[in-house]
């Protein structure tokens, strides 16, 4: 009961789009299997607003387990921050230098914590985290882990 896109999707991976949007209301469906197969797909997505959706969903514990049966979190590339300290999806960090946010309008302070970041898969430089309410990417030469 998939469209081809859809289809596409869960057989070669998503890539970022609109027609993606329709997994915010699909996580939350009635049916276990069709919360599976939006979680997976958020997850293979990756994308800042996909993971947004991740952090809110609630799965019970064994559709949870059975969501992250076959996919792999093993990250290919490891985070490193400026101390070379090993980051995780979830930790925390300090920044370490006041960094202009380009398009947010603000300058982040040094000493901001930030909390439960996100791991830029494709990046060992990057990472993503909430700032002053904004999601943005932070390098990770400009954070110490807490």
């Given at each position: 009961?998939?469209?081809?896109?859809?289809?596409?999707?869960?057989?070669?991976?998503?890539?970022?789009?609109?027609?993606?949007?329709?997994?915010?209301?699909?996580?939350?469906?009635?049916?276990?299997?069709?919360?599976?197969?939006a979680w997976r797909l958020l997850k293979g997505l990756g994308a800042a607003?996909?993971?947004?959706?991740?952090?809110?969903?609630?799965?019970?514990?064994?559709?949870?387990?059975?969501?992250?049966?076959?996919?792999?979190?093993?990250?290919?590339?490891i985070h490193r921050d400026t101390n070379g300290a090993v980051l995780a999806?979830?930790?925390?960090?300090?920044?370490?230098?006041?960094?202009?946010?380009?398009?947010?309008?603000?300058?982040?302070?040094?000493?901001?914590?930030?909390?439960?970041?996100?791991?830029?898969?494709?990046?060992?430089?990057?990472?993503?985290?909430?700032?002053?309410?904004?999601?943005?990417?932070?390098?990770t030469e400009f954070v110490k882990k807490s």
């Amino acid at each position: 009961m998939l469209c081809a896109t859809c289809m596409e999707g869960v057989t070669a991976g998503p890539t970022d789009g609109p027609h993606w949007q329709c997994l915010n209301e699909a996580i939350w469906s009635e049916d276990e299997a069709t919360k599976v197969v939006a979680w997976r797909l958020l997850k293979g997505l990756g994308a800042a607003w996909a993971n947004d959706v991740l952090d809110m969903a609630w799965l019970e514990p064994e559709v949870q387990a059975w969501a992250e049966a076959g996919v792999s979190d093993v990250p290919e590339i490891i985070h490193r921050d400026t101390n070379g300290a090993v980051l995780a999806q979830g930790d925390s960090v300090v920044l370490i230098k006041d960094l202009p946010v380009k398009g947010g309008g603000f300058t982040a302070k040094r000493g901001t914590a930030v909390r439960n970041i996100a791991l830029v898969p494709d990046n060992a430089g990057h990472i993503e985290g909430r700032v002053e309410g904004q999601r943005i990417v932070i390098l990770t030469e400009f954070v110490k882990k807490s």
